[in-house]
Structures are given as structure tokens and as C-alpha cells.
């Protein structure tokens, strides 16, 4: 493993982070005059956020990985074009909710640009088994992880900070595997600047959140996370990583009794009872994280939020050394 690698990419972090200052500050600004607020759905009486703080994420995300990249070739226009596609997508729903049977259709468009680009091989790295051949299937697989991760990390933006803290303990612990890896020299780059522009997000993000990510914001995260495992070779640690989110929005679809909009659920998983989340007792209530995180008696916002967040540090840990013993089998 070749550490030097580690000090160029180390300037993705450096350039995105005040990028991102000041590219969601605008975002904010950008939102409050197009009336895209959201209700800040666990704070008492109705507080209305700017929703679309990812739109300063997507900007200081690919302006860093464009500067820093080495060469314009299959490996940076996947790590560009991918994110970018999915977070217009999800911008297109900050401004109007699309229908939930179609939308998970657009999100596995980015994987389609992936394959396009034959920027994949199709050989896993399995534990146990060392590399797979899956010619024909991965790509399907490819294309249609891409919707379930964008699904997976939406469902878990949803109280104050949650997605960046969720997020930050997969992309640091991401970085030595795409060391180990050998991955491109892009792929580690893109990952510094995406950390960047998390870390740039969470000090409008924590609490109490100045501004949401929104979908473009969650849809850039999830496509950049499934983008950087493709092209590193690290599918098995992202799986892994991804774990909290992904079972969270299978319990979810599977208590709604199918994909339907948030908007058709009449009955909250938690209550806000004077400023503390509690699960609702009404055993028809969805089933959520945050319901099981509250289960044990009411807490506040930022105790379920680093909680998310320690959940993500403990899969993403285990996510670390299933792919050494993946890496060395």
C-alpha cells in the first residue's frame, strides 16, 4: 500500500471544505428566494429550513474532484457525470415529489451511465472466495444498486445532522480500503472532496439545522459512495458499510406496505413531545430507525443523531475488516 498516495488526495479535503462554506451558505440564500423550505419535522411549533443546502455539496464535490483529477478519461467523467445526473434528479424532486414507483427507476439511471462508460469489472472481491466473475450479472446488479442506495440513504436524512454523520465514518473508513485496493488515483481524490463538502455541510446541518440536504443533497451522497466502490473494487465493504441503512429502509417500505410517498403516511413514527422524540405507541405507525432509537424513552434530536452516527462507525468498522479478510484471502 503505497501511503504517499494518501497526501495528494489529502488536498480534496482542503479545497472542498471551504468551498462548501460557502456553496450551501448560497444554497441557503438560493432556496429561501425559490420558497423551498421544509418542515423541520421534529422541533415544536413549525420551523421552516431551506431544503436544498446539497446543492452547495454537489457544487464543491465535482469544482474539487475536477481541479484535483490527473486526467479527463472514463474514471473521472464516471465520478463526475454519475453524482451530478442522480443530484439533479433529486433536485428535481426538492421542486416537485415524484411518483414513488418511477422515481426509484431514475435513480438506477446514474448506474446505466456507469456501464456506458465501462468504468466497472465486473469481478468482485468476496471473502472467503476472492474474485468473482460476474460478466453478465453485474451490471444489472450495478444499475439496480444504485437505486436501493439512494432509497437506503434518504430514509436515514432525517433528523438534524444524521446524514453527515452517517455518511463520514463510511467515507473515512473508504479511504484506506481504496488504498489497498490499489484504486485510481481519482477515485481516493473524489473521496477527500466529498468528506470535504460533508464536513462543510454539518455546520449548517447540526443542530439546529440551518439548512437540509435535501434529495439532491442525499442523492449525491449515496451515488458517490456506490460510484467510489465500483471504481475501486470495493463492493463488498460498501455493502457492508451500508448495512444500518439499507435493513432501516427495507423495515420501512415493508411497515408502509410497499413504495409510497411520505405524504400518504397518516400516522408518524415518533411523537415530539416538549422538544424530545418518543416512538409512537400506535403499533401501526411505521417502523423506522429513529422509532427504535427512541424506543427506550424520549431523547433529544442530537442524541439520535450521534447515535446514527455510531451505528454508521460500527458497520463501517466491520465493513473495514471484512474487506482485509476479503483483501488477503
Not at 428566494?33 to 415544536?44: I, T, V
Not at 464535490?61 to 472514463?74: E, G, K, N, P, R
Not at 473521472?76 to 454519475?82: D, E, F, G, R, Y
Not at 463520514?168 to 485496493?181: C, D, G, M, Q, R
Request: a positive charge; one cysteine or more.
Amino acid at each position: 500500500m503505497d501511503w504517499t498516495r494518501l497526501l495528494p488526495a489529502l488536498a480534496g479535503l482542503a479545497l472542498s471544505f471551504p468551498l462548501a462554506l460557502v456553496a450551501v451558505r448560497l444554497s441557503m440564500s438560493l432556496s429561501r428566494r425559490l420558497n423551498l423550505l421544509g418542515r423541520d419535522a421534529h422541533k415544536p411549533g413549525k420551523v421552516m429550513v431551506p431544503k436544498i443546502g446539497g446543492l452547495g455539496m454537489a457544487v464543491s464535490y465535482s469544482a474539487a474532484t475536477l481541479l484535483l483529477s490527473q486526467a479527463l478519461d472514463s474514471v473521472t467523467a464516471a465520478l463526475l457525470v454519475a453524482p451530478l445526473l442522480s443530484a439533479l434528479i433529486g433536485l428535481a424532486e426538492d421542486f416537485r415529489e415524484l411518483n414513488p414507483v418511477l422515481k426509484p427507476v431514475l435513480l438506477a439511471l446514474p448506474g446505466l451511465v456507469i456501464v456506458a462508460l465501462g468504468a466497472y469489472d465486473p469481478h468482485p472481491l468476496i471473502p472467503f472466495v476472492g474474485k468473482a466473475r460476474l460478466t453478465l450479472l453485474y451490471p444489472v446488479l450495478l444499475v439496480v444498486s444504485y437505486s436501493v442506495v439512494a432509497n437506503a440513504v434518504n430514509s436515514i436524512d432525517v433528523v438534524n445532522g444524521s446524514l453527515a454523520l452517517f455518511s463520514l465514518p463510511v467515507l473515512a473508513l473508504s479511504i484506506p480500503v481504496s488504498l489497498l485496493a490499489g484504486s485510481p488515483q481519482q477515485v481516493v481524490v473524489a473521496e477527500t472532496a466529498l468528506l470535504g463538502s460533508l464536513l462543510g455541510f454539518l455546520v449548517y446541518n447540526r443542530y439546529p439545522a440551518r439548512t437540509f440536504a435535501g434529495n439532491v443533497g442525499s442523492n449525491l451522497v449515496s451515488t458517490c459512495a456506490v460510484t467510489f466502490a465500483v471504481l475501486g473494487g470495493f463492493e463488498v465493504f460498501l455493502l457492508v458499510a451500508l448495512l444500518p441503512a439499507i435493513v432501516n429502509e427495507a423495515i420501512v417500505i415493508a411497515s408502509m406496505g410497499g413504495l409510497r410517498s411520505g405524504k400518504e403516511v397518516v400516522k408518524r413514527p415518533v411523537l415530539v413531545i416538549g422538544g424530545l422524540i418518543r416512538d409512537n405507541p400506535d403499533l401501526s405507525a411505521p417502523l423506522t430507525l429513529v422509532r427504535m432509537l427512541s424506543a427506550g424513552g424520549p431523547v433529544d434530536e442530537p442524541r439520535i443523531a450521534r447515535d446514527i452516527g455510531l451505528l454508521s462507525l460500527l458497520s463501517s468498522s466491520l465493513a473495514l475488516i471484512t474487506f482485509i479478510i476479503a483483501w488477503r484471502s
